[in-house]
């Protein structure tokens, strides 16, 4: 089975190898194509994945390659991280959201806008080329904004492309383990759009664990979320928020700190990045033990200044192996075995969530087969949550119609509905800003 990674150069590549590696079963990826526009990145990662594959029998080939079109031909599975602007853009990003006092994040807010707006007319050639030379392959999205990428793909390719992210993975993995659980075993109750749902509830034997949880102060706070939120505001709540949500109730504090820091998370994971592509120029480094030590640090310094802001401390150990590689290893798996799992996953809505249209991407339980994934019929929202859901779908589709009509007057728009944006005249103030620093927005007119 061939596997493409779109921005095989990219520095998280390897974890996804690492979970091919450990797959024996019949019908798993045998060859691995690495598609990147960057040369030098391909051959750094290809590094990291040789070093990888060096004990292991039968370990799925790479090959690596700056054609689109050669990368796709043939795929049965293509995983797209792509990153337009590299992370030079996300750094820009924040930058200049942050010049106007408006938060800057890559996936949430005005960052999260500008990132989607100028990766959208990217992703939907992407789209397009697939359906024309592998119409049968499943692509598996995991380029940020997720939902909104998802959902510009699904225009074109329906239900072949599923959007995948590892935060409500780790939020699901975190509350099965305070509270005595095998994860494998529970059913997570969420729902919500990428990067912005809720755990309503963790079912065990048919039994919901969850009140228990909220019930008692001392396990609450005794893990990620409830150190970030704080336990009054999640049992308030009678939920528990995906961490990103502390963008939305907890602005105001997460953009001060985020001003006030030497560098902004994109402009370290640029520097740190930059670093060690430099060094896989040398031929006598060690690619694995460089690749590892990076990682390491990146995970560790992960949303560090909210945490620094709610006073949440270092994150735990457990937290720091990511993730997404083995939602990704478990989706093919159980399409191309019809090894029948539950994912939370980012699909057409299809009727799942009552207050949005069918082809809204949401994120919630599917059932996963042979045939793709089926989102799970979910319980209503709360009105906040419901009002936060209908509000950030409403931006996303003023970004997709911007993309495609390169309108500036729907961009700004975009910007200007969002609940992290406060003013119409910030709105048109990013625009010009953004347009200023990414030519990949010159579309916009």
Excluded at 231 to 260: C, D, K, M
Aim: charged share 25%; net charge negative; proline share 4%.
């Amino acid at each position: 089975m061939k596997l493409t990674i779109l921005g095989g150069g990219g520095f998280r590549v390897p974890l996804v190898y690492g979970a091919l590696l450990t797959d024996r079963g019949e019908g798993r990826v045998t060859e691995v194509v690495l598609h990147d526009l960057d040369d030098s990145r391909l051959y750094a990662v290809a590094r990291v994945l040789a070093e990888q594959a060096a004990t292991v029998p039968d370990a799925p080939t790479v090959t690596a390659t700056t054609d689109l079109d050669e990368a796709l031909r043939g795929a049965d599975f293509i995983f797209s991280a792509i990153r337009v602007g590299g992370l030079e853009g996300r750094a820009n990003d924040e930058r200049v959201a942050l010049a106007e006092g408006v938060l800057g994040q890559e996936t949430v807010g005005a960052g999260g806008i500008a990132y989607g707006l100028r990766t959208v007319p990217v992703a939907v050639d992407i789209a397009q080329r697939v359906a024309r030379l592998a119409p049968d392959a499943w692509v598996i999205n995991f380029t940020n904004p997720a939902g909104l990428v998802t959902e510009a793909m699904s225009r074109h390719l329906g239900d072949r492309v599923i959007g995948i992210c590892d935060s409500p993975v780790g939020l699901g993995r975190r509350i099965a383990k305070v509270l005595g659980a095998n994860p494998r075993e529970a059913f997570i109750d969420y729902v919500g759009l990428n990067h912005l749902g809720w755990v309503r509830g963790l079912r065990v034997a048919g039994r919901d664990e969850l009140p228990r949880l909220l019930a008692d102060p001392d396990l609450l706070g005794s893990f990620e979320e409830g150190k970030l939120f704080g336990t009054e505001w999640l049992q308030s709540l009678g939920a528990i928020p995906n961490e990103y949500l502390h963008y939305y109730y907890f602005n105001r504090e997460t953009v001060r700190a985020y001003r006030e820091v030497e560098r902004t998370r994109g402009a370290f994971l640029r520097d740190q990045q930059a670093q060690f592509y430099d060094e896989m120029k040398r031929p006598d480094a060690s690619a694995l033990t460089a690749w590892d030590r990076t990682r390491a640090e990146r995970e560790a310094t992960y949303m560090s200044e909210n945490r620094e802001t709610a006073g949440a401390g270092e994150r735990d150990a457990d937290d720091l192996s990511g993730g997404y590689e083995k939602v990704a290893l478990a989706l093919m798996r159980a399409i191309a075995r019809d090894e029948r799992t539950t994912l939370i996953l980012n699909v057409r809505n299809q009727g799942a969530l009552s207050v949005l249209d069918a082809d809204a991407v949401i994120e919630v339980p599917c059932l996963v087969d042979a045939n793709g994934a089926h989102p799970v019929a979910v319980d209503p929202l709360p009105d906040h949550a419901t009002g936060l859901v209908c509000a950030v779908k409403g931006v996303e589709r003023e970004v997709l119609a911007a993309a495609e009509n390169g309108s500036r007057t729907t961009a700004v728009k975009a910007f200007a509905l969002h609940p992290l944006v406060d003013s119409v005249n910030v709105a048109r103030r990013l625009v010009e800003g953004y347009t200023e620093v990414h030519p990949g927005l010159a579309y916009l007119k």
